[in-house]
């Protein structure tokens, strides 16, 4: 399965941004999707996940914020990103596993595949 994300960018705070996730090849392996983020120096952080079943998860962070979406007749994965602050800027990455989303969190059952990454920076 390979992953494309887009829709990074700078904003200013307050502001929005929709990131999108396009999966190609084998996507009936993904059973579970999700969003993370990372800044340099610091650990990836999860940020939120979508099954197959459209059920959702979010990291406190960013619940009430960031909203994680799909399309599954396009393969795409979406997260609106609302009330965007400083503290948001990061490369953000799309990640997927053939394991529900019900098997466990993303650090007991990690991603098996990865997008490159968008950037996005709240100013």
């Known amino acids: 399965v390979q992953l494309v994300e887009s829709g990074g960018g700078s904003v200013q705070a307050g502001g929005s941004l929709r990131l999108s996730c396009a999966a190609s090849g084998d996507t009936y392996s993904g059973r579970c999707m999700g969003w993370f983020r990372q800044v340099p120096g610091k650990e990836r952080e999860s940020l939120a996940g979508?099954?197959?079943?459209?059920?959702?998860s979010y990291a406190y962070s960013v619940k009430g914020r960031f909203t994680i979406s799909q399309d599954k007749a396009k393969s795409t994965v979406y997260l609106q990103m609302d009330s965007l602050k400083p503290d948001d800027t990061a490369m953000y990455y799309c990640a997927g596993r053939m394991a529900d989303c019900y098997s466990g969190s993303w650090r007991e059952v990690p991603p098996d595949y990865w997008g490159q990454g968008t950037q996005v920076t709240v100013s």
């Open positions: 979508i099954g197959s079943d459209d059920s959702t």
